[in-house]
């Protein structure tokens, strides 16, 4: 009985004592929506109070909309417990936005198959973690904590850190920069630069021209944004000049995204020439251009290739996003975008309203780190590190897989069409039971068309496992053409 638990005391009125421990009842879910109130006669029984207290408890509760009465039969309660767990279950997946629905069927870290141990993995691209500089980094964490803590640790200003955008405006002046009227924004990393660039300035229906293939990640930014990407492929030189000109005549597009150095997934090194001659096409049709700088850093050659940016003198069309996740940590998500002043500005705004600004503290330190002299003998040991592996994966290519053609001319990865257009889709299905990963073509194209193309990234493998996957991947090819 609802009532045998109910304690009359205190000074507050019966009634109203009554009234709560009803009330508490339904919150509890002890008293469910409809259920039947013990009658006045009974309660006023079993609490020893008259049953004009009973009876004015339930009227107010009526009249609150609490209980309900049916003549003849009693009272019920009238509400549902608003806290017990009633079983709503809702569907997120259909309350998507076209944003969500395309960043989550697009992301490969979901829909792709997964690296489990003991595989030999040429799917990722990301740097040597054993390489990374942690002492002096140690160093430069101490410095700036022991220097600057508490401002380091309090909020601080949208555009960045005024050390690092100094360092930065003077690194980019090093690539042959013109500074006059071009600024800096602090972002993390280049995905994030991407993303408040496209936020800022593109609406759905957008068209960008790319090259093709291209870096997953943008592709999936810009569907996700609602554009439409034009694909324009490549040669040796980088990005085709005269298809490019074609297809800005063909469908005005509102950007240019381009990857002059070590482009992903090829590493085709744009020439100099060629970035000349790109150059003159953005001029010629007034375009507007992001050059993505990810990979710059990683110049094998060490001969000094000028970014678009570089090119452009005085013009202010070029937007540069910068990135040290390849050359240094990707953990610390720092990048950068250089660009017109006012464009920077603007900018600027967007980054503030999405996340205020990127951590002072990793900014602080990045750049203790950057002055110390540290970075440029780390840059010398992994650029050697680096190109010793990416040699030695061509050599090991060319031994074991049957190529029509191997692209580019380095980075953390090496792009390869094999003959017989052999869908990599579905060699990637058959290496993946052997225990081998890589990343098939489709995931480059803008339309995910099936390509005989596939990325080997190698940045995190020994040679011994390169050695045995490509001989497996090379088995599988051959299987491949058997079966046929
Ligand atoms: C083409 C391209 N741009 C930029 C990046 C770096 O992005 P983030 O700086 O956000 O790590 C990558 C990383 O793989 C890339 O492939």
Known sequence: MIFSTLEIKGDSPIYEQIEKHIEKAIQTGALIKDSKLPSTRETSSV????????????????????IYSVKGKGSFVKIANQSSDQGIQIDWSKKLSHYGTTCEN??????????????????????????FDTEEFKRAFLDVISMEGEKLLNYGYAQGYRRLIDYLMEYMQGKGVELKDKDILVTNGFTEGLDILLSAYTVPGDKVICEMPTHHTTIKMMKAYGLEIIGVSMDEQGVRVDELAEKIIEHQPKWIYLTPSYQNPTGIVMSPERRREVYKVLIQYKMTCIEDGFNEELLYSGSHVMPLIALSGSSNNIIYLGSLSKILFPGLRLGWIMADKNCISILESVKRAKNIHTSFLD????????????????VKKVRKYYRDRYLFMIEEIKKYIPYKKIYGEGGLHVYITLNDNIDTRELLEQCYARGVLFMPGDIFMANQSRTSSLRLGFGKLEHHEIVSGLKIISEEIQRFTNDK
């Open 106 to 131: 697009m992301d490969i870290i979901k829909t792709e198959y997964r690296y489990e141990k003991g595989m030999i993995s040429f799917k990722s691209i990301a740097p040597e973690g054993n390489l």
């Open 47 to 66: 609490l020893k109070v008259s049953r004009n207290t009973v009876m004015t408890a339930y009227e107010n509760l009526e009249s609150r909309g609490i």
């Open 363 to 378: 900014q602080a330190i990045f750049v203790q780190y950057m002055s110390s002299g540290a970075f440029e003998r780390y």
